[in-house]
Structures are given as C-alpha cells and as structure tokens.
C-alpha cells in the first residue's frame, strides 16, 4: 500500500535560518505530492503540489521537488519567519489507483517553531 | 470564492450517544473526503462522495456513515460514540474527477465524554 515518511520532528530554528523538512514515500501507481500546512485550531491549507517526476512546487518561498529516483519530496525555505511555525504535512494521492479516490495518504507531521 | 465550511465547529457529546457533521465544498466542488484527526494515529481516510456516491471507505468501523446531497453537501454520522472517537474531523472538497488536489475546511472538534 501507498505511505509517506516524515522526519521526525519538532524542529526548531532561529528566524532567517534555512529549513529542510524530509519527505520519503511508498506508492503502488503514480503518485502526485503534496505539502500542506496546519496552523493552531485550523485545518490543513495546502501549500505546494507536484504531480509528476521532477516537477518542483513552490509557494510563499517554500519549495519542493518531486524526487522519483529516491522516492522523496522534502519541503525546503532559504529564510523562516517566525510566522512560518505550524505543522507540516506531506502526502500523496495515487491518481492512477481507481481505489484512491478522494484519498490522501499523510505523513505524521512535523512540527515548526521559529524563534525571533 | 468561499472556501470550505464544517459544522459545528466545536462538539461535546457523551458515551453512546450519535453526532452528525456538516460540511459545505466549495462551489462547483463535487467530491467531498473526510478525515479523523487524533495525535496518536494522525491523519486517517475515511470516505470520499462523488455526485451523492460514496466511491472510497478507509478502514472505519461501520458507526462512521456519511452521505452527500445533490447540491454537493455532505454529513458524516457516527453512532453509539465512544471516547476514542474524540478527534478533529475534517471534511475536503476537490473540483476533478480524480479528487486529488483537495482543499480543507477548518475541521470539527469533537469531544466525547
């Protein structure tokens, strides 16, 4: 079955640091890749996408490059702010699987703190 | 264009007792997905609507039903609620066929006591 792998986390970082958040996953078909992003009390607001291999996603600074060789899409931003704390999500949706539908399959999560 | 609604936004209800949840897609959204959130077992699937049919079921025990209208609304049931259903339920509403970019509400918070 489809899984995706996050790095553990919490992670925290200084404000302008360089963040690097892992992403690995396991599909059947042919996967499209997300990020998304949960701030306190929220739901998830999706925040980049990728839908084939070697696509990259980016959106508010953050990137992401769909890896199919080593089956991976890590999150990355050059600057953080300390209004980028929240927790992250990666996922995948197997289009090509008629089983898949409206499904998306999560990482755990990692949590962001960015600190003035 | 107004983005997804859920409600009731928070939910207190007791042992044995049933809860249904509403959720509004986005307008001309078709496919509806909902999700249990909990910090022990994350993110989970538990069914997508498409054109009032339910298409896809995650691993749910059969006291989790849903339903979804023709103007595209849906409502999740679940029955006989026990503390382990304590969660933040999450409704997405996709525009393609393939659902696969969904787009989520803000979640009910559901509290069983």
């Known amino acids: 079955g489809n899984s995706v792998t996050q790095m553990e986390g919490p992670v925290t970082l200084s404000e302008e640091a360089f963040l690097t958040i892992n992403c690995t996953y396991t599909?059947?078909?042919?996967?499209?890749l997300f990020w998304y992003v949960q701030y306190p009390g929220e739901g998830l607001q999706l925040l980049l996408k990728?839908?084939?291999?070697?696509d990259k996603g980016s959106n508010k600074g953050f990137e992401a490059t769909y890896r199919k060789e080593t089956t991976s899409f890590h999150l990355e931003k050059g600057s953080v702010q300390v209004s980028d704390s929240a927790v992250y999500f990666c996922?995948?949706?197997?289009?090509?699987?008629?089983?898949?539908?409206?499904?998306?399959?999560f990482g755990q999560g990692t949590i962001l703190t960015v600190h003035p | 264009k107004a983005g997804v609604t859920q409600t009731p936004r928070y939910l207190i209800k007791t042992r044995g007792q049933q809860v249904t949840l509403s959720c509004s897609p986005i307008?001309?959204?078709?496919?509806v997905s909902w999700y249990q959130q909990t910090p022990g077992q994350g993110l989970q699937f538990l069914f997508e609507?498409?054109?009032?049919?339910?298409?896809n079921k995650g691993n749910f025990p059969g006291r989790f039903s849903g339903r979804q209208f023709s103007n595209s609304r849906s409502e999740m049931n679940v029955s006989t609620l026990e503390l382990g259903d304590s969660a933040l339920y999450l409704c997405?509403?996709?525009?393609?066929?393939?659902?696969?970019?969904?787009?989520f509400g803000p979640g009910t918070r559901l509290t069983v006591t």
């Open positions: 997405a509403s996709s525009s393609s066929k393939s659902s696969y970019e969904q787009y």
């Open positions: 599909a059947t078909g042919y996967p499209s």
């Open positions: 990728a839908t084939k291999a070697d």
């Open positions: 996922a995948l949706s197997d289009r090509a699987s008629g089983t898949s539908y409206g499904k998306l399959t």
């Open positions: 307008s001309g959204h078709r496919s």
């Open positions: 609507y498409f054109s009032e049919t339910q298409r």
